[in-house]
T-cell receptor, first 113, second 110 residues
């Protein structure tokens, strides 16, 4: 069965420091990869997505992610975080031609002033 | 403004009562989804619909029902058979492989 793993449930980081949120998925043929952000009591907002092409994807709010097929990973990075980045981040994967999307369990990013 | 709306924002259910959560989209998307979110468990798929008058069960469909009579609307009914309904419910629609989410409805049990 397809699966998505976000190993870190919480990541504390100081303001202006870099951050990496990890995401691994079970191997398969073609995949589509997504990162979403959720602020308290709100829906999910799309940060970035990989459908094809360049493996380095840039998104909103200064985030980027790199698709690594050999390691089946899609880690999210930001070089310098702000207080406003405090939120929960979800990695999601859909496998080509399949209507369902599988979500990871989420990583709470806590930015410390 | 194009988007997905969910109502109400908060909903209270009494014992043995059925309640219906609304989801409307004006994005002209064919596919729509309902997810349940519980702390620490991510999103779990309840039902999805790829086209009008058609829908499929997700991973946790028991105690829930849906209809898809119009492209824009995909309401979710939480029935009395759902014994643990307290959760945050998210509706989404999908185009070109990407899902877009509504603001959510929080269901609480009295």
């Amino acid at each position: 069965a397809q699966s998505v793993t976000q190993l870190d449930s919480q990541v504390p980081v100081f303001e202006e420091a870099p951050v990496e949120l990890r995401c691994n998925y079970s191997s398969s043929v073609s995949v589509y990869l997504f990162w979403y952000v959720q602020y308290p009591n709100q829906g999910l907002q799309l940060l970035l997505k990989y459908l094809s092409g360049s493996t380095l994807v840039k998104g909103i709010n200064g985030f980027e992610a790199e698709f690594n097929k050999s390691q089946t990973s899609f880690h999210l990075r930001k070089p310098s975080v702000h207080i406003s980045d405090t939120a929960e981040y979800f990695c999601a994967v859909s496998w080509g031609g399949y209507q369902k999307v599988t979500f990871g369990t989420g990583t709470k990013l806590q930015v410390i002033p | 403004d194009g988007g997905i709306t969910q109502s109400p924002k908060y909903l209270f259910r009494k014992e043995g009562q059925n309640v219906t959560l609304s989801c409307e989209q004006n994005l002209n998307h064919d596919a729509m989804y309902w997810y349940r979110q519980d702390p620490g468990q991510g999103l779990r798929l309840i039902y999805y619909s790829q086209i009008v008058n058609d829908f499929q069960k997700g991973d946790i469909a028991e105690g829930y029902s849906v209809s898809r009579e119009k492209k824009e609307s995909f309401p979710l009914t939480v029935t009395s058979a759902q014994k643990n309904p307290t959760a945050f419910y998210l509706c989404a629609s999908k185009a070109t492989e990407t899902q877009y989410f509504g603001p959510g409805t929080r269901l609480l049990v009295l």
